[in-house]
């Protein structure tokens, strides 16, 4: 097979003319690129289109470093990832799936899901020389894209006053990741905001499953009686919910719940699950489009995105 040399020395020119008719044509004589253009074809030389992407620093690939503490099969990050790679696609770069952050990969750009705080530092070094979004759980105040964790939870508890309920507690998540905060404060806020406190013994904080909920639903009725339950997630609510069946507390009469995330569980229980829905295809898509809009039109200056979630009322509110 032909290499770069053999068209250099056929066509009586250097092999960075060569490189020079593949990557950069229009610095070429016409004479020149038609010589060199008749010998590649009759050679019929393909070139190496790694090599050649390498040779003018940009490769149109995309790595997505997903971190070790998110489930690869979550829909969570199933949904992220397919609306990422949908948006890449369509502009032609390909997406590169990483559990590790190494300045070696060969990339435009880093999209991170679920950043821990020991690469933090190892992606901002990064970010010198590559452009690095962060998506999802991110505690940085730029380039992030982040689903409005505060606003769909105040909204959930707004939403559940407004149907009349009014002694309402909050199942949370136990993690350390600001979304979990973010959504307690809503949920905090919210209350104050319509003159009404937080029910004795109505905070819980449990590990994101179904049982968990459960048992947080069975302390927190031991302790006091509510009519309304604000939980962080669509697996905490289904415990909730089945709490309550087992108590005989009709759900949503005598008892209102709505969880969060939208996307599947609300619907594993009869009624299906009141939720706020986050958008996280749509988001996939968003990070996507903004990254490849810093790597195109060179902004790499800070950017900021909340996307808001969407209240998906079913059958667990009135």
Sequence with gaps: MATIKDIADAA?????????YFNEPGKLKKET???IHKIVEQSGYKPNMVARLLAIKKTHIISVYVADMIDALHPFTLQAIAGIGEALGEKGYSMHITKEVDEELVCDGIISMGLETKKEKKLLEISKDKAVLFFGNSSYEHNSVEVDNYKGEYEATEYLISRGYEKIGHIGVEASQGYSEDRYWGYRDCLEAHGLKIPEGGVERVHNDEPYGYEAAKR???KNTFDGLVCASDSLALGAVRYAKEAGIDVPNELGVIGFDGLGYEKLVTPNITTMMQPVYAAGRKTAEIMIDLLENKKMGKTELFIPPVLQVNGTTK
């Design 12 to 20: 009586g020119v250097s092999t960075m003319t060569v490189s020079r």
């Design 33 to 35: 690129y038609d010589k």
């Design 220 to 222: 927190m009725f031991a």
